[in-house]
């Protein structure tokens, strides 16, 4: 059965995050400031923005020399083709460009727009132009969250990474899990019988990619104050797995 | 600022639900039962399964004669082609269909799987083969239990039906919005400053979806015991709309 109530929490004060910060830290601290103590079971979603940051996943867009194609494909997009330089270095396959539009397949298997590569909240008030790119490999950055979280406080926690993507058909964005680490991406019911004893027929759902939305509703989109969440009353009995359980590879895509 | 912490808190032991129930009524039963005593603000998440059944939204598969068109497609996507024949009455235009695979535009705009038409739940213990198609209106219905609540209940609370879907390069299934009221189904954060100073990009959250997604936690899939979840603490200044807010047009689809 699931549980029957859950919590979430933001850090509260959490300060910016800059290249190099130990972002374990800065949780135990802040969790302390805001007077949560963890307990197994819970789950930390962080904001992908001050993983990347952290991580120095930092470009100044002056130091970006575009390519012949990035111009074409900038002219293309109305996009500042530094930009479109550093998105393609990113990207395995473009699936969609046209004005203002570009989606691609990230390296890391994401379809999403721009590669995940963001111009907002990257320390602009120095007149610098910076880009920030998606961590290098967000399970291994919530997994290094994860071990070092877990032994500081003697608990067995999860971590997710999320971000806000956009999606085919429907409007607006939604957090979604980017890296996951201490808790299975995805739930598998098949075989449960349901409550009259039928086998449930749709019945894998995207535990990460739930938690993850559900914690963005604390976050606010591009405001880094509340860029921790702590959800508290999940429960699962699967094996903790990566994020790439809920990647559908393009070519197995049923939706067209 | 959005809110530091919210609250998920599932109604216990709702009855099974049957044509023509009372949603409200068991509604506030379930609240009374559970000890929650609904404030202003409160959303409650109700599944789109006993929304169906309350409206009687219930067909007997041996009433149904399938078209022949209902027949081929039942041979080409490996389904029961009385069933092809209750998706197609519910379906705008067929996006995508193959072995196993029948993705189609729902009346109502929602681009989903087998048009919501389920299988499972739906009273099999009598050996009648039943299919249960989403609500006729999910805004409406939405709004008439936001309106029959708010008022037995003195408080001004946000509704949102929810379901599972699956997505486009995403495996495993996340709660949308299927139906609003009382709340918007996008939060517009465009034009407000980033922590810098610097105006956010991507700022249009899906609120009613992240919502649902949360709620889903909780709910358990194709478990009608859990089909009402009371979300506390969430916060919005934008006015309330119906779930076409969150729709895309399939000709405006940027992912292909």
Same mark, same amino acid.
Request: net charge negative; no cysteine; aromatic share 0%.
């Given at each position: 059965m699931s549980p029957s109530k859950l919590e979430l929490v933001a850090i509260d004060d959490l300060p910016i995050v800059k290249p190099g910060d130990d972002l374990a830290r800065m949780a135990i601290d802040g969790l302390e400031r805001s007077g949560i103590r963890l307990v197994s079971g819970d789950v930390l979603v962080i904001a992908q923005k001050i993983v990347s940051k952290a991580e120095g996943r930092? %470009? %100044?867009?002056? !130091?970006v020399t575009p390519s012949a194609r990035s111009l074409q494909l900038g002219r293309e997009t109305n996009k500042d083709p530094r930009l479109v330089e550093l998105i393609l270095s990113e990207t395995k396959r473009i699936v969609r460009s046209g004005p203002d539009v570009l989606i691609v397949e990230h390296r890391l298997g994401f379809v999403m727009a721009n590669a995940g590569v963001d111009q907002s909240n990257v320390g602009a008030q120095d007149g610098i132009e910076r880009a920030l790119l998606l961590p290098l490999d967000p399970d291994a950055s919530a997994e290094s969250l994860r071990s070092a979280l877990s032994a500081a406080l003697d608990v067995d926690i999860g971590v997710v990474v999320n971000d806000s993507f956009g999606r085919a058909w429907r409007l607006g964005t939604v957090g979604i899990a980017l890296g996951v680490a201490g808790l299975p991406a995805l739930k598998d019911l098949r075989g449960r019988p349901d409550l009259l004893g039928r086998p449930l027929r749709v019945?894998?759902?995207a535990f990460a990619d739930e938690i993850a939305a559900a914690a963005s509703l604390l976050m606010g989109?591009?405001? !880094?104050?509340?860029?921790m969440v702590v959800v508290r009353g999940l429960a699962w009995h699967e094996p903790a797995s990566g994020v790439r359980a809920l990647l559908r590879p393009l070519e197995e895509d049923l939706f067209r």
């Open positions: 930092i %470009v %100044v867009l002056a !130091e019945s894998i759902s989109q591009g405001d !880094e104050g509340r860029p």
